[in-house]
């Protein structure tokens, strides 16, 4: 009896044990499940700023006015006088070719049109005499003195004089433009620079021979530019280059002085675009934007990296929050069930508009008052690297979320329970 009853008051200890622990667990979930989720964001208040848009680019320094020198002829260099970083004034000597065969060519032609001179004097002088003699006898027919075949025969004899004059000058016009095309082949053989500047690449040497432009493209000799005028050329990518206009300013950064900054003026923006990775992933469209300097630095040279600030807008003292502030949200719409009077037309709308639940996604921030969140929708405008320009929805002095970006993207709602952090908390967290 005393073995069954200590058996039956261990039993009850076990099961009261175990009863109490059920009891505990369903007070521990009631309790917690009463609990609303707390989400752990900054903020930061709604005050009015100046915002300017800009558009970064990255290029290179070159100048505004440069000539690549190519030759129109094909020949030896025989005569270099310059050098590359040489300075040069307009119509100073830069080349000159071998123009022996030319030459040659000039002097044989000149023999050829002094010939064709003579020969036409010759038929001018047969011409004037047979026309003499044509009108002579044309006066002696008409008193009878001659007959109709001597009067032809005189005719006749003119005309074909008068022929001969005739091919005789285009002999003398023909020679005269054979003269001047070698002429000014040969005056090619001597380039001289086209303005005045530095000789920036210099690609031949003494004694080079060099192909002339006339049928391929040519050898490409040198580059003479002007570096009393610089600008940096840019490729803008096709979705900024839209918000550039001409007359823009810009901050121009060279990576060769890194602490300098060079203020420029957009003057040209390309209209073709240019396109790398044709018909693949990485296909990226940009178009070249020509910024002018407003300053020059001695050693500046073309062909420098440089990264460019075009600010495309400025709008002063407007309503702006956070970049990050500002979200998509997307609602659905909700479709009612009018019955079975609805005719097919009506139908068919309907089930076209059930395609397409979703509406666009609304730009919206959330605003925190007394630990709870309110979805606003806004309107958007012009950023510049941290402030968003906010057109409608908001009026200042507003405390609105601005981190973290998880809570802000996904978590909140409209209503959501929060705690605002401490910034110089959260930023030393993130530091360690």
Known sequence: MAKSNKKSKKKLFIFGGLGLLLIIFVIIAIVGGGKEDIILVQTEKVEKRDITQIVTATGTIDPEFKVLITPEVTGEIIELPVKEGDHVNKGDLLIRIKGDQYQAQKDRLEATLKSSEATLKIREAELNRLTLEFKRVKELHKKTL???????????????????????????????????????????????????????????????????????????????????????????????????????????????????????????????????????????????????????????????????????????????????????RVDFKKFEKNGDNENQDEKREKMKNKKEKRKKPKEVVFIVKEGTTKMVEVTAGISDDNYLEIKEGLEGGEDVVSGSYKAISRELEEGSKVRVEDKDKTSRRNKN
């Open 146 to 328: 001659v007959s109709d075949s001597e009067l032809e025969t005189a005719e006749s004899n003119y005309l074909s004089a008068e022929a001969s004059y005739e091919q005789a000058q285009a002999n003398v016009l023909q020679s005269k433009a054979s003269l001047r095309e070698v002429l000014e082949t040969l005056y090619k053989t001597t380039i001289f620079s086209p303005l005045t500047g530095t000789v920036t690449q210099l690609n031949v040497e003494l004694s080079e021979r060099v192909l002339g432009s006339g049928f391929t493209q040519g050898t490409n000799i040198m580059t003479v530019a002007n570096l009393n005028n610089m600008e940096a050329v840019v490729e803008v990518d096709e979705n900024d280059v839209v918000a550039v206009s001409i007359g823009d300013t810009a901050i121009i950064k060279i990576d060769a002085f890194r602490d300098r900054e060079f203020k420029g003026i957009v003057t040209e923006i390309g209209n073709s675009a240019k396109s790398t990775g044709v018909g693949s992933q990485d296909q990226v469209v940009n178009f070249e934007v020509k910024i002018k300097l407003n300053e020059l630095e001695e050693n500046l040279r073309p062909g420098m990296s440089c990264n460019a600030d075009i600010e495309t807008e400025t709008v002063y003292d407007v309503i702006s929050v956070p970049i990050q502030s500002v979200t998509a």
